[in-house]
């Protein structure tokens, strides 16, 4: 089962975050075979972390919940909340595989929440800029709840614009880059 995880930052957590920088790592790479992608997302900066982003296979729910809530940053409290969701590759493959590789261009998280209930989920775009892209799930995997993506464009409407328009209440585009250790 796959499933997306964003834990986005509580405000004023960055000092938090850097003294559990090995910890969080760490922590990751006890997941290092189940990663599909991860990488944390920034401030319009560029350079504030806002959030971490995890899709991984996993076993079942309960192993996802205690990723989520195991994970050092939130068991300290620098994260405000979680989304944690089911979560279908529609791509098969890793963020490693993208072909465009991970420095190049701009790198962008783009959720689409709250699905108009009368749609279905969409199918990925012809793109070559997808790194990951999929439906967001109920927790049993039947309802359409939303659709997560990382994508490379030149900027955040270019970004934004990998979802349909008006088949979401809300999408939200967060700089995005290649996690893990460097």
Not at 9 to 16: I, V
Not at 44 to 72: C, K, M, N, Y
Not at 75 to 95: F, I, P, S
């Amino acid at each position: 089962m796959e499933f997306f995880c964003y834990h986005r930052d509580r405000p004023g957590s960055l000092p938090l975050r850097h003294e559990l920088l090995e910890k969080h790592w760490s922590y990751m790479d006890r997941y290092a075979t189940e990663m599909i992608a991860r990488g944390p997302t920034f401030a319009a900066d560029g350079e504030t972390p806002t959030g971490s982003v995890h899709i991984l296979d996993l076993p079942d729910p309960a192993t996802a919940r205690a990723f989520a809530f195991d994970e050092p940053n939130y068991q300290a409290g620098a994260y405000r909340d979680v989304l944690l969701r089911r979560w279908r590759n529609l791509l098969g493959r890793t963020m490693w595989d993208f072909p465009g590789g991970p420095t190049t261009g701009n790198r962008y998280l783009v959720l689409g929440l709250g699905p108009d209930p009368s749609a279905g989920p969409d199918a990925p775009p012809d793109s070559e800029d997808l790194i990951a892209y999929g439906p967001l799930l109920s927790d049993d995997g039947s309802a359409w709840l939303g659709t997560a993506a990382l994508v490379r464009a030149p900027d955040t409407e270019t970004a934004r614009r990998v979802l349909t328009p008006g088949r979401y209440a809300d999408i939200e585009v967060h700089a995005w880059e290649f996690g893990g250790r460097r």
